[in-house]
């Protein structure tokens, strides 16, 4: 009884003023939850106002001449330009992967370019090895590997070794010879170097047999599947993109780029029982011995018939990033380097 007491003392505005208080909460609370959706709704059409302000995505041009080996792409066609469009939008948007590419091209395409010139091969062909591998070593369902992506029995075929300690299909000089004698052989028989390019992917019998199919002689002409339809506009894409990157948005200094490897050739004809012990008496490391000669595919090299095979070993400075990097000269980071991914 005596709270109540207490509580009668209290003034009667004062009870009103709480009241008051508790009920404007009330009301604040329920318009706070009434108004909620509204603010979420103001908020998403002030974001997608800057969004629509500030994103932008854009087509990319198809150059107006473009040519295979110098032959021409008839880009008058407007089903052959929407071919090379696409994959001028896959290969410029698909950022990650072609500045990869472009890295690994400063070390790779000088080399398969000198191997093409002394086999009289147009120099658009190391732009197949870019599209075929990546100048990586994955090995493709059909049991493709290497940079040029040879099945084991077209690779026999163009002289290159496969047993149990050794695939050549991995020795980008050796597979790259391979490759140019596919190439010679294919443009006895089909006269064109798109052709050969295009049957690279499906075949010299497999373009004959649609050639005869469809009594037509271009490339660009035919219906092909869709693998060998798109593989040489990939070709012309990363040939226009790698040759001029700064065209299409990518920023690359020269030290940006992967350099070629330094290293030496030691001659061997015998057995090697332990490349382990091998590589430390050359002062290297199993790791790098094997990072530079990838067509080595066990810990030993037999050799029963003691041919003679050229192991390149690294220099002490490649295990050094500073000293490697010295086999590029650096640029000014603002020059641009149309000419330093792929030296003329």
Not at 21 to 36: D, K, N, P, T, Y
Not at 177 to 195: D, I, P, R, S, V
Not at 223 to 239: D, H, I, P, Q, S
């Amino acid at each position: 009884m005596k709270p109540l007491k207490i509580f009668n003392k209290i003034p009667a505005p004062f009870y009103k003023l709480v009241f008051a208080f508790v009920f404007l909460l009330g009301m604040l609370g329920i318009i706070r939850l009434f108004s909620f959706s509204g603010k979420v709704d103001s908020d998403d059409d002030q974001y997608q106002k800057y969004f629509k302000d500030h994103y932008r995505i854009y087509s990319v041009n198809v150059p107006h001449d473009l040519n295979f080996a110098g032959d021409p792409v008839p880009l008058q066609d407007f089903e052959v330009r929407e071919r090379i469009d696409r994959e001028f939008l896959v290969n410029t948007y698909w950022q990650s992967q072609t500045i990869l590419l472009a890295k690994r091209s400063n070390r790779w395409l000088p080399i398969i370019s000198g191997i093409l010139r002394k086999n009289n091969i147009p120099d658009d062909f190391k732009y197949l090895a870019v599209v075929e591998s990546g100048f990586t070593h994955n090995v493709s369902s059909k049991g493709a590997a290497g940079f040029w992506q040879f099945i084991p029995s077209t690779a026999e075929a163009f002289g290159l070794t496969i047993n149990e300690e050794i695939d050549e299909r991995y020795h980008p000089e050796k597979s790259t010879e391979a490759a140019c004698k596919f190439f010679k052989q294919a443009y006895k028989e089909l006269g064109n170097w798109t052709l050969v390019a295009a049957s690279f992917n499906l075949g010299i019998n497999g373009i004959q047999r649609q050639i005869a199919r469809q009594n037509v002689k271009s490339y660009y002409d035919l219906l092909l599947n869709e693998e060998t339809g798109r593989y040489v506009f990939r070709v012309l894409a990363m040939k226009e993109i790698l040759s001029k990157p700064q065209d299409y948005g990518f920023v690359l200094r020269k030290k940006d780029l992967y350099s070629p490897l330094p290293g030496k050739f030691t001659k061997v004809d015998s057995t090697i029982s332990n490349l382990t012990q091998f590589a430390e008496q050359h002062g290297t490391n199993y790791k790098m011995l094997k990072y530079y000669n990838p067509w080595l595919r066990t810990d030993k090299l037999t050799n029963p018939d003691k041919k003679v095979y050229n192991i390149k070993i690294p220099h002490e400075s490649v295990m050094n990033y500073k000293e490697l990097l010295k086999e590029v000269e650096t640029l000014n980071p603002e020059q641009p380097i149309q000419d330093t991914i792929l030296p003329k």
